[in-house]
């Protein structure tokens, strides 16, 4: 590959990235409440996906720390769109559950997922599994790259 094929490639593969990106954007841009953050729609999603859930066990499986559930979870309360609610077998366990509000972002949010996930099969479909194959390698050996570069 010369240098202008590289620019070609390096300027199809960044459009591609960008069409991603705007995806992302779009896809979490809810209509229900324009209010609502990515990161929140994930954290609705693990609420849902993960009952019964309490405040230890969602910073587990996202990977935060327990403050910084405490204060999504907050902040998804006021927006009305999860509840804290206690044990009923002791009192002091307490865990979050999704109000109606939170289920129609996950409704909608589940229903974008699926379309997505469809299409794109579709599109794999009609892909030979060495073609797939190759572009996984060739992921994989761009990421390696920019994960060892120098600075």
Excluded: C
């Excluded at 591609?16 to 609705?44: G, P």
């Amino acid at each position: 590959m010369n240098k202008k094929e590289l620019q070609q490639f390096n300027n199809h593969f960044m459009s591609f990235m960008e069409a991603f990106e705007k995806l992302k954007s779009q896809q979490h841009a809810n209509v229900i409440d324009q209010s609502i953050t990515a990161s929140e729609v994930h954290l609705i999603v693990t609420i849902e996906n993960h009952q019964p859930i309490n405040l230890v066990k969602l910073a587990e499986i996202q990977n935060i720390s327990r403050s910084a559930v405490t204060q999504s979870s907050k902040r998804l309360i006021q927006k009305g769109l999860i509840s804290l609610t206690t044990s009923p077998q002791n009192g002091k366990n307490k865990y979050l559950q999704l109000t109606s509000k939170g289920k129609k972002i996950y409704q909608l949010h589940q229903t974008q997922q699926d379309y997505i996930e469809n299409a794109v099969l579709t599109v794999l479909d009609t892909y030979s599994q060495e073609d797939l194959n190759k572009v996984t390698s060739l992921m994989t050996d761009i990421k390696a790259v920019w994960e060892n570069l120098p600075w």
